[in-house]
């Protein structure tokens, strides 16, 4: 079964990671970015997917990827 991508996002005063396609939030919410950001990019990493970190607004602000990159790209 592929896993999704990993958000993480703020919402309802709290940082939270969501994997793509899932209606809830796994794990606690974070009290700061950092340390959310943190546990998406192992979770991220752990399943070799991408990590879209969102800002306070909910605009995308870096998008990271641990797996299934092509290898071919030019630039």
């Not at 209606?23 to 340390?35: I, M, V």
């Not at 943190?38 to 990271?64: L, S």
């Amino acid at each position: 079964m592929a896993q999704g991508d990993i958000e993480t996002y703020y919402e309802d005063g709290h940082w939270k990671n969501k994997r793509e396609g899932a209606d809830r939030a796994f794990g606690a919410g974070y009290g700061t970015k950092e340390e959310a950001v943190a546990a998406g990019r192992d979770a991220a990493k752990a399943d070799k997917v991408e990590h879209v970190i969102k800002n306070q607004d909910g605009r995308i602000g870096e998008k990271f990827s641990y797996g299934n990159d092509p290898r071919n790209v030019p630039g």
